[in-house]
């Protein structure tokens, strides 16, 4: 496996789910810093093509829904040969109604939350985590509300239980791979198409100090369970 790294870049990074939001902005703030980006979307026109357009030879786009299991397996197959210091999967999506407790959103809505931010996610760990170079950090976007022991209030029912599953199958992910440095990103509330407006702080103060978090965390094993200010979260 070669390393992605071109000479003067300061690293490598692939991030799965960067066609708009947090996603995108962290594929803009590391190609600020001169890293090599590889970003995942779904579809077409996206604000992560036009980062691209911008940074042409700096950010590469793929194609991929994070649904589709075979898609995932076939980004793994084209990337197979490459070496990145950071993988990072951000994957989340809410159910329509967050108000919603589990007896009352719909089963199809509770897979299609679950089906996301759970099994679509750790498949992409699964597949893609092996690209993270020997002490390259393998990265998921988990939130706050995944804290069980920090639920005072009993809202977001639906994306809260999505988020502590996903912090349970990362932590049994890392069981299986303790030599490899992992970090569970509890991001805050951001204003974001998910977070909504009414979020307290922006993605351009957020962003830079989740990117300098994760890069704190090279060739450091073991997985954390962070929020943006590199401070542990409660399980």
């Known amino acids: 496996m070669s390393n992605a790294r071109s000479p003067g870049d300061a690293g490598s990074i692939l991030i799965v789910g960067a066609s708009r939001g947090l996603g995108c902005a962290m594929a803009a703030e590391f190609a600020g810093r001169g890293w090599s980006v590889v970003g995942t979307v779904r579809g077409a026109g996206t604000p992560l ?9 700096a950010v590469e786009v793929e194609t991929l829904d994070m649904t589709d299991h075979d898609g995932i397996r076939s980004l793994g197959e084209r990337l197979a040969g490459r070496a990145f210091d950071i993988v990072f999967v951000n994957a989340g999506i809410a159910n329509r109604k967050p108000s919603d407790t589990l007896a009352e959103v719909s089963t199809d809505e509770f897979v299609e939350v679950m089906t996301t931010n759970v099994l679509g996610a750790m498949r992409a760990v699964e597949a893609l985590g092996p690209l993270a170079r020997p002490g390259g950090v393998i990265g998921v976007m988990s939130s706050g509300q995944g804290s069980i022991a920090n639920n005072a209030n009993g809202t977001n ?29 509890a991001p ?21 100090q989740i990117v300098d978090v994760l890069v704190a965390q090279q060739d450091t094993p073991g997985l954390r369970y962070l929020d943006r200010h590199g401070k542990s979260v409660p399980w």
């Open 49 to 57: 093509h036009a980062l691209a357009a911008e940074r042409a030879g």
């Open 157 to 185: 029912d639906v994306y809260r239980a999505s988020k502590a599953t996903l912090n349970q199958a990362m932590a049994s992910y890392g069981g299986r791979h303790p030599e490899r440095p992992m970090v569970l990103m």
């Open 188 to 208: 805050g509330w951001i204003r974001t198409e998910l977070g909504g407006p009414g979020a307290p702080f922006g993605v351009e103060e957020a962003m830079p």
